[in-house]
């Protein structure tokens, strides 16, 4: 740290910002789908790829979760401080469905029902990922 750097300008360039941080979980996000679709489609021939895969689609649902909590993290902090840019409309709606339908997955449903609930939670966050890394490319 230099003489001249408080503390909270050293901390501001070593933590990541939340637009970043939701960006690398969105870009790993689809980063672990893709390799969950590589080991099914070559599972057969390749059974290392197929359990590479298997262990893809278990870190893309801990992954899948993380990514709307911190959005709406994000959503809840620039509401308590000015400095943080909040995340658009469209991402903490989605977001907010995802935990929803997350969230009721907790209550004892139907079988039917938790599969769309699932569903819906598993489409919400792939479509939220899509987002933050278009938005991220766009610039």
Do not use: I, K, Q, W
Not at 39 to 45: E, F, K, R, S
Not at 87 to 115: N, Y
């Amino acid at each position: 740290m230099a003489r001249n750097e408080s503390p909270a300008a050293v901390a501001a360039a070593v933590v990541p910002s939340a637009r970043s941080t939701e960006r690398a979980l969105a870009t790993l996000l689809l980063a672990l789908l893709g390799a969950y679709a590589a080991g099914t489609v070559v599972g057969a021939a390749a059974p290392t790829v197929d359990a590479v895969g298997v262990v893809a689609v278990h870190v893309a649902a801990a992954v899948g979760v993380t990514l709307p909590v911190a959005v709406l993290g994000r959503a809840a902090l620039s509401r308590l401080r000015e400095r943080v840019e909040p995340p658009e409309t469209v991402d903490s709606v989605v977001a907010l469905a995802v935990v929803g339908c997350l969230l009721a997955l907790l209550l004892p449903v139907p079988a039917a029902a938790s599969t769309a609930l699932f569903g819906a939670a598993a489409v919400g966050a792939v479509a939220l990922a899509c987002h933050s890394v278009a938005v991220a490319v766009r610039g």
